[in-house]
């Protein structure tokens, strides 16, 4: 499976150019493509730099034969109408169900903050079987948010295994409660906004304490479970090249990496190729490709 995750920075380059066509350009000249997982994806919002009409649509013309998701982590009415803010996720892959997540938000009166989410589809890979492939973009500013957040996202990994290994009974009555794709095979990827010496690094890849699954009734398959950066699982001495703050310093003095791809404890040792493309301006952040398989 080849993955791209991008924060496209509502597809506005450098240049203060809008232009959804040109990250699309810069993704399939990275090379093969069956999932884009993109952050920072805007409908109607006239104001921000460059201005953002209806991009999921955008995206989903310039995307032909690929199913398009998108997850509003804003999604409000003001004087310019409704207005919408989120990630997507794309594929040609074939889907198998799709969910969303709204992230922890707790209160932070200092400093300003949006809403944020997650995005859950599962495609089914011809060589991996189901996968779990999780976007999310966490809080900018809040510290106190990100690490909420940061936590928040670890438990969703092991709540997802509980059903691995401790699965409902199957029904295949045609109701709500059918069989669903119950899969160990998870990746999450995005702009995380912090970096690997940062707490909430350690945070989210911090595998599962025997105490913590007794109290929470997961089972024991659960226990040692963790998040796996696909970049140290390659490159375990070495840092991972930056993603962020190339060419422009607005947010800092120095670059760095914020944009991670995470994996299962079962695709450990899928992790073929990670590329960062440190040469695009088409945003503020570069993008990143993972090649499971």
Same mark, same amino acid.
């Given at each position: 499976?080849?993955l ?14 809008v232009?959804? %066509? ?6 399939q000249s990275?090379? #093969? ?5 993109? *952050? ?9 730099r460059? /201005?953002?009409?209806? *991009? ?7 995307l032909?034969?690929w ?5 509003a982590?804003v999604?409000?009415?003001?004087? $310019? /109408?409704e =207005? ?8 040609? !892959?074939p ?5 969303h ?13 949006? *809403? ?13 079987g ?8 966490l %809080?900018?500013?809040s ?8 936590r ?6 092991? %709540?997802?295994?509980? =059903?691995?290994f401790a699965p ?6 045609g109701?709500?409660? *059918? ?10 990827c995005?702009d995380?906004?912090? #970096?690997?010496?940062e707490l909430?690094?350690?945070a989210?890849?911090s595998p599962? $304490?025997?105490? #913590?699954? !007794? %109290?929470?009734?997961?089972? #024991?398959?659960?226990v040692?479970?963790?998040w ?5 699982v ?12 190339l060419?422009d310093?607005?947010? /800092? ?10 994996v ?10 990670f590329?960062?493309n440190q040469?695009?301006?088409?945003s ?6 993972v090649?499971l398989g």
């Amino acid at each position: 499976m080849h993955l791209v995750t991008w924060n496209t920075q509502w597809c506005c380059g450098l240049d203060g150019e809008v232009r959804p %066509e040109r990250i699309v350009q810069t993704v399939q000249s990275m090379g #093969e493509c069956d999932v884009l997982c993109l *952050q920072e994806i805007a409908i109607h919002y006239p104001q921000l730099r460059g /201005g953002a009409a209806h *991009q999921v649509q955008q995206l989903q013309a310039l995307l032909p034969g690929w199913s398009v998701f998108f997850g509003a982590a804003v999604h409000e009415w003001t004087e $310019a /109408g409704e =207005q919408q803010f989120g990630n997507l996720i794309a594929t040609r !892959l074939p889907v198998l169900q799709v969910q969303h997540y709204p992230l922890p938000y707790p209160g932070d009166q200092h400093v300003r903050t949006m *809403q944020r989410m997650c995005t859950v589809v599962t495609v089914q890979d011809p060589l991996l079987g189901p996968v779990h492939v999780m976007t999310t973009h966490l %809080e900018y500013y809040s510290k106190r948010q990100r690490m909420a957040q940061a936590r928040y996202l670890r438990r969703m990994h092991f %709540e997802a295994l509980s =059903q691995v290994f401790a699965p409902p009974p199957l029904a295949d009555d045609g109701s709500p409660f *059918q069989r669903k794709p119950r899969t160990e095979h998870a990746v999450l990827c995005g702009d995380f906004n912090f #970096e690997s010496h940062e707490l909430e690094y350690a945070a989210l890849s911090s595998p599962a $304490a025997v105490i #913590e699954c !007794l %109290e929470a009734g997961w089972p #024991e398959g659960v226990v040692g479970a963790a998040w796996n950066d696909a970049w140290r699982v390659l490159r375990t001495h070495q840092p991972q090249p930056d993603t962020f703050r190339l060419f422009d310093r607005q947010f /800092g003095p120095e670059p760095g990496a914020c944009d991670f791809v995470w994996v299962s404890d079962s695709l450990y040792d899928k992790v073929r190729s990670f590329e960062v493309n440190q040469q695009t301006q088409a945003s503020d952040h570069q993008p990143v490709r993972v090649v499971l398989g």
